[in-house]
């Protein structure tokens, strides 16, 4: 791919061309296996234009997409590996609107995949979506999630991958399992329902299953059976699972616009109220505390309610609602 085409091809990404056709292009360049110094001179030429005119918000995320990957912001090493400096530029040029599927396409580009031109899906924050994949099955995203998937399954699976949290309704197909990748986890099934919730910046990664059978897989070494009922939670940070039964309404209650929290700190606990309500959150650490809370909040609940539940739970603290944005203080 010439270098003048590469450029306009990006150019007319980050100008806000969001046609399906350029989508799926974009996403197939990113997880070529060839071309990384064309991909590092293109992306470096447009972060040196772009770097200057960053906003906040722009720099949020170039700050949430280094944090991910364990690099201190504003600082990039002169040893840094080119691979990783042109997904780091990517991140911030191309990431400014679809920052969270940094993660995907890092692991996505370690993955055996078909040859097949690859769909996004998404859902942005404060959504959920529904659709069919080629073979039927269907697809619920969570708020801040992504599936990628080929047009149509032609080798001997039917694989998909996923970075935040989908409901999976398998259309039965014995001799092609179906197959969830995502991050840290992969889920194996003929037909059958479940759940898996691997948002990027959480330390669990869950598979439940709803009905049928499944087979899980954790770092390609641990593998697990699941019987309808039961979860496995896999700790990214510690590299062990536990596989528990647990209440599948309460699993699926996002599907239904419900807020079930089981369990979580106040920190858990913001992170999954940005994705619901669509609102990012300013939070004072200083005096937060670790302690473990649950909740149960119905579709119809605002987050001024939910605000005024947890100050009655946790403990008083202020918040201020503004331009779409929450300030905490304790």
Known sequence: MKINYLEKLIRSFVHFDYSKRLIDRIH????EED???EKDRVLHSLWKETKPKLDIDTERSFREVMNRLGIESGYIP????????WKLVAAVTIGIIFSSTLTLWLSYNTWNRDDSI??????????RKTFLLPDGTQVCLNAASHVFYPNKFEGKTRTVYLTGEANFKVVKDSSKPFIVRSCNMSVMALGTEFNVKAYPEDKLVTASLIEGKVKVSCNDTLNYILYPGEQLVFDKERCIADANTVNMNDVTAWQRGEIVLSKVTVEEIVKTLER??????HVS?????QDRYNFIFKEDASLQEVLEVMQIVVGRFNYQLKDNACYLNW
């Open 28 to 31: 197939n360049w990113m997880v």
């Open 35 to 37: 071309g990384w110094e």
């Open 78 to 85: 002169d040893s840094f590996n080119r691979r990783w400096m």
């Open 118 to 127: 690859m769909t996004e899906q998404y859902a942005c924050l404060a959504e």
């Open 276 to 281: 619901h309500f669509g609102v990012i959150f």
């Open 285 to 289: 650490k200083k005096n937060m505390n």
